[in-house]
C-alpha cells in the first residue's frame, strides 16, 4: 500500500493541527484560514489527504521553545500544570447511562476528550482545568440526556457538533478570536438531548468559619 493510502491516525491529525495552530500564531494562517484547514484536518481519512494542508507551511521547529507538548493551564500556575501533565494518557472516556459523571475542580483535560451519556447528565467545568495542549477535542455522543460545560471568560469554543432533534448552545464563547486563547472543539452528536456551553468567573472561596 501507498503511504499516501494509508489511514490517518487521531495522532497523526493531532500533530497537523499543532502545526496549524502554531502557524496562525506566528501570523502565517488568517483565522478564516486556520479554520477551514483545522476542518480538513478532522475530515481527512488518509495522510495523503493531511499532506497538502501544511504544504506552504515550513517544517516544525522542534529545538524551539514550548510546543505542543507544553502544559497550558487556565487557572493553574504553569510548573503546577506540568506535573499534572506527567500524567497525560492522550485521552480519556467520560460516561453516563442512566445517572451522571462530572469533572471539575484542577484535573488534567487530555488532547482528546470522549464524552457518551445515554438517559443521563455530564457536567464538564474546565475553569481551573489544566490543557495538555493549547487546542483540546471534546468528542459528543448525547443521546436523550444533556452535556454542561462552563469555560472561564476568554476561552475559545468551537462548535462543529451536528444535533438531531437536539441542540448546542455556546452562548457567544464563539466570539472569542485571540489566535492564542485556549480553544475546546465540539465534535460529534447530539441526538434527542442537549449541550450547553457557558462562560463563567473563577468560582468564590468558601468562607470558612470562625471558632
Known amino acids: 500500500m501507498e503511504p499516501d493510502h494509508v489511514r490517518a491516525s487521531d495522532a497523526d491529525r493531532d ?9 496562525l500564531a ?3 494562517l488568517t483565522q478564516d484560514e486556520h479554520e477551514d484547514r483545522l476542518d480538513a484536518v478532522y475530515r481527512a481519512k488518509t495522510l495523503g489527504e493531511l499532506v497538502p494542508i501544511t504544504r506552504d507551511l515550513p517544517a516544525p521547529d522542534s529545538a524551539g521553545a514550548g ?14 500544570a506540568r506535573r499534572l501533565a506527567e500524567s497525560s494518557q492522550g485521552r480519556e472516556n467520560i460516561v453516563a447511562v442512566f445517572g451522571g459523571a462530572e469533572r471539575g475542580g484542577r484535573w488534567l483535560v487530555e488532547p482528546r476528550t470522549n464524552v457518551s451519556v445515554l438517559f443521563g447528565g455530564i457536567e464538564l467545568d474546565f475553569r481551573e482545568a ?14 436523550f440526556g444533556g452535556l454542561e460545560i462552563t469555560v472561564p ?7 462543529g ?10 452562548r457567544g464563547t464563539e466570539a472569542v478570536t485571540d489566535p492564542n486563547a485556549p480553544t475546546i ?8 438531548g442537549g449541550i450547553e ?15
Open 15 to 23: 500533530r497537523v493541527a499543532d502545526r496549524l495552530r502554531d502557524a
Open 26 to 28: 506566528e501570523g502565517r
Open 67 to 80: 510546543g505542543p507538548d507544553q502544559a497550558v493551564g487556565m487557572t493553574v500556575a504553569t510548573a503546577e
Open 130 to 143: 489544566v490543557l495538555t495542549q493549547r487546542e483540546v477535542i471534546v468528542q459528543c455522543a448525547v443521546v
Open 153 to 159: 471568560h476568554g476561552v475559545r469554543v468551537v462548535n
Open 161 to 170: 457538533t451536528t444535533a438531531i432533534f437536539g441542540g448546542t448552545s455556546t
Open 185 to 192: 472543539r465540539l465534535t460529534g452528536t447530539c441526538l434527542f
Open 197 to 211: 456551553v457557558r462562560a463563567k468567573g473563577p468560582k468564590k472561596g468558601r468562607k470558612r468559619k470562625g471558632r
